[in-house]
């Protein structure tokens, strides 16, 4: 009865053992996570780039809307001086 349960009990292990996963399913999930980390890499080496991209178009943006109202106040001075001039005319 011992024998028995001693071989039941190997063939237990046995089976157990070669129910898990095999060196090539292993190497296989191996493979895929590496691949997988490369993934990984290489969308945070894309999310970097379009972070220094956006941050470039936002400090262009800027300096576009600071000359845009640079310019509105130069052709508000420039219309301002305009109208004195005219209406100097006007009163001569």
């Known amino acids: ?3 028995l349960i001693k ?3 190997v063939a237990l ?3 157990l053992v070669t129910a898990c996963a095999t060196n090539s399913d292993v190497e296989n999930l191996q493979s895929q996570v590496n691949s997988l980390d490369n993934s990984v890499k290489q969308a945070s080496a894309d ?3 379009a972070q220094s991209t956006a941050a ?3 400090a262009k943006a800027e300096a576009a809307t600071v ?3 640079r310019a509105a ?3 508000e001075e420039a219309n301002n001086k305009l109208d004195r001039k005219f209406k100097r005319s006007m009163m001569k």
């Open 1 to 3: 009865m011992k024998k």
């Open 7 to 9: 071989f039941s009990m």
């Open 13 to 15: 292990a046995y089976s």
């Open 47 to 49: 999310a970097n780039r």
């Open 56 to 58: 470039d178009a936002a």
């Open 67 to 69: 000359a845009a109202n």
């Open 73 to 75: 106040e130069l052709s």
